[in-house]
């Protein structure tokens, strides 16, 4: 298994400002990704967090909005730029975890932003 | 195009009871994993179960067992004796070994009451 621990759990950030989620891990993976949920939906994929080059994009979703690093195997943060009130979300960071028996996903505690 | 239907969007139960929650999902791929999250109000999402495709033994976590049949494509959630606390979104989801992106389904509202 795995611990993900994300800050902030929760804020509300003022429109056109821009805030950086953490998303850390207490073991090394390969795969990280980081999902959007808006308000009663399912989640959405943002993109697959690559260490040590650029984060691999869903359709829908541009670097410039949503810059994300990944400087090692147990850490990667996601930005939300020039925010707007349609980016009120939960935002969650999840990790593939491959042990003998497969894959297995898991998600962190999630980063719930409200935009006002 | 790989999906997941969860037919139900909301269910309930009384507690001690048991409730089976439904899944559908399509891929062409033969190599994947299949999932069930619980979401309760505190919005993590917790990992209740998963299931191999490759394997015919259905998997069971406690409480919780799945019914998976992979000619239909189809991987239920049986909840038994059902308590307060398993109230939540459950969304089913599944993963192939290519991709490694979760395809989620839209979710079912389970509403457990005394």
């Known amino acids: 298994s795995a611990v993900i621990s994300q800050k902030p759990s929760r804020d509300i950030c003022q429109r056109g400002t821009s805030l950086t989620i953490q998303c850390q891990v207490d073991?090394?993976?390969?795969?990280m990704f980081w999902y959007r949920q808006q308000p009663g939906q399912s989640l959405t994929l943002i993109a697959t967090a690559n260490q040590g080059s650029e984060a691999t994009y869903e359709s829908g979703f541009v670097i410039d909005k949503f810059p994300i690093s990944r400087p090692n195997l147990t850490f990667s943060t996601l930005t939300v730029s020039n925010m707007s009130p349609e980016d009120s979300s939960i935002y969650l960071c999840?990790?593939?975890?491959?042990?003998?028996?497969?894959?297995?996903?898991?998600f962190g505690e999630g980063s719930w932003l409200t935009v006002v | 195009a790989q999906t997941v239907t969860q037919s139900q969007p909301e269910m309930s139960v009384q507690e001690a009871e048991t409730v089976t929650l439904s899944c559908t999902y399509d891929t062409s791929e033969n190599n994947y994993y299949l999932f069930w999250y619980k979401q309760p109000p505190s919005r993590q999402m917790i990992l209740v179960i998963r299931q191999e495709a490759y394997k015919q033994q259905n998997a069971t976590e406690n409480r919780f067992s799945v019914n998976f049949q992979k000619a239909a494509k189809s991987f239920s959630l049986k909840i038994s004796d059902s308590q307060l606390g398993d109230t939540a979104m459950y969304f089913c989801a599944f993963v192939t070994s290519n991709t490694d992106k979760l395809i989620f389904g839209t979710g079912t509202r389970l509403q457990v009451f005394p």
């Open positions: 073991s090394q993976v390969t795969m």
């Open positions: 999840s990790v593939e975890v491959r042990g003998a028996a497969g894959n297995t996903i898991y």
